[in-house]
């Protein structure tokens, strides 16, 4: 993979995160920390994408400099607090995309420094890229609302080859006020490289981050009966949909957080439902 490729994994859990930053970190082709992994990091004070990227990069190692040679990629360009992390850690890159004034001017008060200033201050010379996909990670800030559990979270088989579906997710997406709502869906699942272990982790952050959760159940899914399972633990609300004709487990017309099953001959046809569903939450 390429740093392009990379900084797009940061830009997307920044924008699946409860704050829109997002970090990884790369060591021989291989990601060794997320900054969405929070199985160190849960009840930190100081909850910065750098910080709980190397936190989870960290864990089965000693605390400093064991990351060096490795490349850190950040939605955004680090604070002071966290520069300091990376030159203790002695991290050999970075890859950052939004700057921090781009962070002042569209969503959060930012001290404004000259980092490159204050990265000389390591042991060793960081490479730095600056504004890698600058715009999307800038977009992803304008859109953040700070809200707890404001996602809507659609679920679905993934199927990149299949035309029609990927239109029925876009439709979904466009039901949704995005002035109100964090929206994800298999769409963004298409676009995420990571492995399966991963996989498994991102989608399990969604869940916990959701407040209702529309589940296309048109085509049979274990992956989505597993996601399923884990929002009728976390107690959210789900209203399946599918096309007419299509079979639904009677595990799932059971379910007591299942609102409704709804079924469709076209996507627009449900839109109000759609609507309603989020309205009445």
């Not at 002071?80 to 992390?85: K, L, V």
């Not at 809200?147 to 579906?165: C, P, Q, Y």
């Not at 884990?230 to 096309?243: D, M, R, Y």
């Amino acid at each position: 993979m390429q740093d392009e490729e990379y900084i797009d994994i940061a830009i997307d859990i920044s924008r699946h995160a409860k704050f829109p930053y997002g970090a990884i970190i790369v060591k021989d082709g291989k990601i060794l920390g997320r900054s969405d992994d929070e199985t160190l990091i849960g009840k930190s004070m100081f909850p910065h994408a750098e910080l709980a990227a190397i936190e989870s990069a960290s864990k089965d190692m000693n605390l400093y400099g064991e990351l060096k040679g490795s490349t850190i990629y950040t939605s955004c360009e680090p604070c002071m607090m966290c520069i300091g992390a990376i030159l203790y850690e002695g991290i050999s890159r970075i890859v950052y995309a939004a700057t921090l004034r781009d962070s002042d001017t569209n969503y959060n008060p930012e001290i404004l420094i000259d980092t490159d200033k204050l990265f000389e201050y390591g042991y060793n010379k960081i490479e730095v890229i600056k504004g890698l996909h600058r715009e999307e990670a800038i977009e992803v800030l304008k859109k953040h609302v700070d809200k707890d559990k404001n996602r809507v979270l659609i679920t679905g088989a993934v199927l990149a080859s299949s035309e029609e579906s990927i239109e029925t997710y876009q439709k979904l997406e466009s039901y949704i006020d995005t002035n109100k709502f964090i929206i994800s869906s298999p769409l963004d699942t298409m676009k995420f490289k990571g492995n399966d272990i991963e996989r498994y982790e991102r989608a399990m952050n969604l869940l916990k981050d959701a407040k209702f959760i529309i589940a296309e159940m048109s085509t049979a899914s274990t992956g989505q009966g597993m996601e399923l399972q884990e929002a009728v633990n976390l107690g959210i609300p789900i209203l399946a949909i599918a096309k007419t004709g299509s079979k639904i487990s009677g595990l799932v017309k059971g379910c007591c957080n299942v609102s409704d099953i709804v079924y469709y001959d076209d996507i627009d046809d449900i839109e109000s439902i759609v609507k309603e569903f989020i309205k009445e939450g």
